[in-house]
């Protein structure tokens, strides 16, 4: 680990970055208005990190868990105390990134990359369709119907050729986020191109015009069919997210930026949890039999997972003046990486044991659905769909689910991680 005043030149880029890559500098800051000392981890290997992002964590951890990339052109912090830091105070360390590649991903400015008031102001209207009576109430039945279809799928592919990625946990996942939000007249595989578009054009930091073409496309589509579903819900409210939204006073480009922002980060993550969900269980028999015994348990399996794997890695703040992070000096407009990935393996708040999958682990705050005011919204919605109803069913339907290692399985992403392949069997 090199320090700040021995890199020389560090260029700053504020670019969202929720996928980074490789980045030319865009724009530099002279060595001589840095801070001296920084650590630098100059040895990152961005390739690497897709494929396996854990050692880079446990070394950061390890030797500053505050360190500037020059690779990234930010600061990752990837401690649980700093990160928890940073999202508690939102006057220091904005979550209204400039240069954001979100807003240019989804055409607008959503409530991700605000902070209060006017963060406040666009979550209000989905906070009550998202609390956790409601969710149960009024999306349960929704839920479960859903995932029946879908394990019908799986069953129709049959033990030697179904991938639990594509057959079920990313349909299910379309479709719940689709019934959720309230779209209609669109397709499963509509929302999730959709949804793939707008992730991979905020992650689009070397401007590939080819990625702009697909986000453009796909904000044309969604926003000529909100311009029919703003209206309609006015004149016809039910209990979906876009009826709260087009209800609640918003002007009609809040109500759109935030649906497209729900589109990009709700089918994702739900997907991945029903993967790594399975995937952990296959891996640790014991606890599998454990929790088919005690179904109580499937809260904690849920939890352990989102901790253990948390499908969101890394997000983006910006320091709004200069201050003091974990004992590192950060200039005013300084991009950061909050790497809540690393976070969640962090030995001094999760033990020794941190890198183990252990569903009876002492229960423990971790950050894989955030904290502070931007503490994920669907939360309560991920757990219902997911942790209760759409894996529990599965082993319901498939007492002998498992991995089936006569096939390979694929993982990608450190911002985003997840399992893109996952083949199964249960005879």
Same mark, same amino acid.
């Given at each position: 680990?090199?320090?700040?005043?021995?890199?020389?030149?560090?260029?700053? /880029? /504020?670019?969202?970055?929720?996928?980074?890559?490789?980045?030319?500098?865009?724009?530099?800051?002279?060595?001589?208005?840095?801070?001296?000392?920084?650590?630098?981890?100059?040895?990152?290997?961005?390739?690497?990190?897709?494929?396996?992002?854990?050692?880079?964590?446990?070394?950061?951890?390890?030797?500053?868990?505050?360190?500037?990339?020059?690779?990234?052109?930010?600061?990752?912090?990837?401690?649980?105390?700093?990160?928890?830091?940073?999202?508690?105070?939102?006057?220091?360390?904005?979550?209204?990134?400039?240069?954001?590649?979100?807003?240019?991903?989804?055409?607008?400015?959503?409530?991700?990359?605000?902070?209060?008031?006017?963060?406040?102001?666009?979550?209000? #209207?989905?906070?009550?369709?998202?609390?956790?009576?409601?969710?149960?109430?009024?999306?349960?039945?929704?839920?479960?119907?859903?995932?029946?279809?879908?394990?019908?799928?799986?069953?129709?592919?049959?033990?030697?050729?179904?991938?639990?990625?594509?057959?079920?946990?990313?349909?299910?996942?379309?479709?719940?986020?689709?019934?959720?939000?309230?779209?209609?007249?669109?397709?499963?595989?509509?929302?999730?191109?959709?949804?793939?578009?707008?992730?991979?054009?905020?992650?689009?930091?070397?401007?590939?015009?080819?990625?702009?073409?697909?986000?453009?496309?796909?904000?044309?589509?969604?926003?000529?069919?909100?311009?029919?579903?703003?209206?309609?819900?006015?004149?016809?409210?039910?209990?979906?997210?876009?009826?709260?939204?087009?209800?609640?006073?918003?002007?009609?480009?809040?109500?759109?930026?935030?649906?497209?922002?729900?589109?990009?980060?709700?089918?994702?993550?739900?997907?991945?949890?029903?993967?790594?969900?399975?995937?952990?269980?296959?891996?640790?028999?014991?606890?599998?039999?454990?929790?088919?015994?005690?179904?109580?348990?499937?809260?904690?399996?849920?939890?352990?997972?989102?901790?253990?794997?948390?499908?969101?890695?890394?997000?983006?703040?910006?320091?709004?003046?200069?201050?003091?992070?974990?004992?590192?000096?950060?200039?005013?407009?300084?991009?950061?990486?909050?790497?809540?990935?690393?976070?969640?393996?962090?030995?001094?708040?999760?033990?020794?044991?941190?890198?183990?999958?252990?569903?009876?682990?002492?229960?423990? #705050? /971790?950050?894989?659905?955030?904290?502070?005011?931007?503490?994920?919204?669907?939360?309560?919605?991920?757990?219902?769909?997911?942790?209760?109803?759409?894996? #529990?069913?599965?082993?319901?339907?498939?007492?002998?689910?498992?991995?089936?290692?006569?096939?390979?399985?694929?993982?990608?992403?450190?911002?985003?991680?997840?399992?893109?392949?996952?083949?199964?069997?249960?005879?």
């Amino acid at each position: 680990m090199t320090t700040m005043s021995e890199a020389g030149q560090c260029p700053y /880029h /504020h670019a969202d970055s929720d996928n980074p890559r490789p980045t030319t500098a865009i724009g530099a800051t002279s060595v001589h208005a840095l801070p001296g000392g920084v650590p630098v981890a100059d040895w990152i290997d961005v390739d690497a990190m897709m494929v396996d992002p854990y050692p880079t964590y446990e070394r950061l951890r390890r030797e500053s868990p505050v360190a500037w990339v020059p690779r990234l052109n930010k600061f990752l912090v990837t401690g649980y105390a700093g990160c928890h830091e940073v999202e508690q105070d939102q006057t220091v360390f904005s979550a209204n990134v400039s240069g954001a590649t979100m807003n240019r991903a989804i055409g607008a400015q959503p409530m991700l990359r605000k902070d209060d008031p006017d963060h406040a102001a666009d979550r209000a #209207p989905i906070n009550p369709v998202l609390r956790p009576k409601n969710i149960k109430d009024a999306w349960g039945a929704v839920f479960a119907r859903n995932a029946d279809t879908y394990l019908d799928a799986l069953e129709d592919m049959g033990p030697d050729l179904a991938d639990l990625n594509r057959d079920y946990a990313a349909p299910l996942a379309s479709k719940n986020l689709s019934d959720l939000l309230g779209l209609k007249d669109v397709t499963v595989e509509q929302v999730r191109r959709w949804s793939h578009d707008f992730i991979a054009g905020m992650g689009n930091v070397l401007d590939d015009p080819e990625i702009w073409a697909r986000c453009d496309s796909a904000i044309q589509e969604s926003d000529a069919l909100l311009a029919e579903l703003i209206p309609y819900y006015r004149q016809n409210p039910d209990a979906s997210m876009i009826s709260a939204l087009a209800n609640s006073g918003l002007p009609a480009a809040n109500v759109a930026a935030n649906v497209k922002l729900t589109i990009s980060g709700g089918m994702n993550e739900p997907q991945h949890m029903v993967t790594n969900m399975v995937w952990a269980l296959s891996n640790h028999p014991d606890q599998r039999e454990q929790v088919l015994a005690e179904p109580a348990g499937w809260a904690a399996v849920f939890d352990e997972a989102v901790r253990f794997v948390s499908p969101i890695g890394m997000y983006p703040r910006e320091t709004t003046q200069a201050t003091v992070l974990e004992g590192v000096p950060l200039p005013a407009g300084a991009g950061i990486g909050v790497v809540v990935g690393s976070a969640n393996r962090d030995e001094s708040q999760f033990g020794s044991t941190a890198d183990a999958f252990d569903i009876n682990r002492a229960k423990k #705050p /971790h950050l894989a659905f955030g904290s502070g005011v931007h503490l994920c919204a669907g939360h309560w919605a991920a757990k219902t769909s997911i942790g209760q109803i759409a894996v #529990p069913k599965a082993y319901e339907r498939f007492p002998g689910l498992r991995t089936d290692t006569r096939r390979a399985e694929a993982w990608s992403g450190w911002v985003f991680r997840g399992l893109t392949s996952l083949p199964v069997t249960w005879n």
